[in-house]
């Protein structure tokens, strides 16, 4: 049974950092393309960041040198790190797993980022 376990969302104040994890299980996680996404109410989810199996990486352009996102293939985590958050960045957060036709998704994490 496959699981993606995030982890490490909450409300923080603009400005601030938080560090999402995503634990996955029942996966050979070495060979997955690892996303996050974030969806707000009433909008698609968006793609935030990928990490390669081979830790190449890319980031949207709207978060492009605030997150930061790293995988640790023998804890088989994914993480995404933010930084100088703001209030447009509140969103659920989605961590993805994705191989060939295997497409797999975590529960979301809620972040908010409000004074």
């Known amino acids: 049974q496959v699981q993606l376990v995030e982890s490490g969302g909450g409300l923080v104040q603009p400005g601030g950092s938080l560090r999402l994890s995503c634990a996955a299980s029942?996966?050979?996680?070495?060979?997955?393309?690892m996303n996050w996404y974030r969806q707000t109410p009433g909008k698609q989810r968006e793609l935030v960041a990928t990490i390669f199996s081979d830790h190449f990486t890319n980031v949207a352009d709207s978060v492009k040198g605030r997150f930061t996102i790293s995988r640790d293939n023998a804890k088989n985590t994914v993480y995404l790190q933010m930084n100088t958050l703001k209030a447009e960045d509140t969103a659920v957060y989605y961590c993805?797993?994705?191989?060939?036709?295997?497409?797999?998704w975590g529960q979301g994490t809620q972040v908010t980022v409000s004074s």
């Open positions: 993805n797993a994705h191989h060939s036709w295997n497409d797999y």
């Open positions: 029942g996966i050979i996680f070495g060979i997955y393309r």
